[in-house]
Nanobody, 117 residues
């Protein structure tokens, strides 16, 4: 599976962005999908997750501001980010995983989000 993230950019505080992560290589609907982020000098952290069964979970820090969704026809996972704050500035990565007999996981290349006035 190859993952291509896009949609990052520079936005003012309070603004919105929508990140997309397009998957290729087949079997997208069998993977759980996540969004992680890594800010300057910080560890990578889980932001939002959506399972193959469409169950979603969110980090407390972004609760009620971000929404994760997926479109299995388009093989794409999205992260709608509203009410952005400077502390949301980071490189955002999409991640795919599944476990059968072996754990499979893949990372996208990351997309930069900068929240600044």
């Amino acid at each position: 599976v190859q993952l291509q993230a896009s949609g990052g950019g520079l936005v003012q505080p309070g603004g919105s962005l929508r990140l997309s992560c397009a998957a290729s290589g087949g079997g997208f609907d069998t993977y759980d999908m996540d969004w992680y982020r890594q800010g300057p000098g910080k560890q990578r952290e889980l932001v939002a997750a959506i399972t193959r069964g469409y169950t979603t979970t969110y980090a407390e820090s972004i609760q009620d501001r971000f929404t994760v969704s997926r479109n299995n026809v388009k093989n794409t996972v999205y992260l709608q980010m509203n009410s952005l704050k400077p502390e949301d500035s980071a490189v955002y990565y999409c991640h795919a995983s599944k476990t059968s007999n072996t754990k499979y996981e893949y990372w996208g290349q990351g997309t930069q989000v900068t929240v600044s006035s």
